[in-house]
């Protein structure tokens, strides 16, 4: 738990001008399990024995897919491809490769943090204030 307080900490200083940024970003997710909605009950429609499974279990599966995309693949200067690009640029990924946390471990904590850091910041600073962080 300390070392996600760590990384909560660290987004909370670099992410707190962004709340239009995971505004919109959560609009879009919304919109994107919407779409996937209204493909998945097109296609059981058309065809239920097609999918082998029932419209629940591929609505379902859909919403959790986009809803861990959100999480662990974010867009912007913060993604993980990003952040590995400037960390290989600087010379710097081998101290991320060297921590005691498995990199990817690391990449789930703080996109994690991110979202949480942005939640809080889009619902307003009570949380951050009752957490005192």
Same mark, same amino acid.
């Given at each position: 738990m300390r070392c996600y307080r760590a990384?909560?900490?660290?987004?909370?200083?670099?992410?707190? /001008? =962004?709340?239009?940024?995971?505004?919109?970003?959560?609009? =879009? $997710?919304? /919109?994107a399990m919407y779409g996937a909605r209204c493909l998945w009950s097109a296609l059981h429609a058309q065809n239920p024995a097609l999918l082998g499974?029932?419209?629940?279990? #591929?609505? %379902?599966? *859909?919403? /959790? !897919? #986009? !809803?861990?995309?959100?999480?662990f +693949?974010?867009? $912007?200067?913060?993604?993980?491809? *990003? +952040? #590995?690009? %400037?960390?290989?640029?600087s010379g710097s990924i081998d101290t991320d490769l060297l921590r005691p946390m498995g990199f990817q471990r690391q990449m789930l904590y703080r996109n994690a943090s991110r979202m949480a850091r942005q939640a809080s910041a889009s619902c307003g600073r009570k949380w951050e204030k009752s957490s005192g962080l």
């Open positions: 990384f909560l900490r660290q987004q909370i200083s670099s992410l707190r /001008l =962004y709340r239009f940024e995971f505004v919109v970003h959560i609009l =879009y $997710g919304c /919109l499974r029932s419209l629940p279990d #591929m609505i %379902t599966y *859909a919403m /959790l !897919a #986009m !809803a861990l995309d959100m999480i +693949y974010p867009a $912007g200067d913060n993604a993980v491809y *990003a +952040y #590995m690009n %400037t960390q290989v640029k």
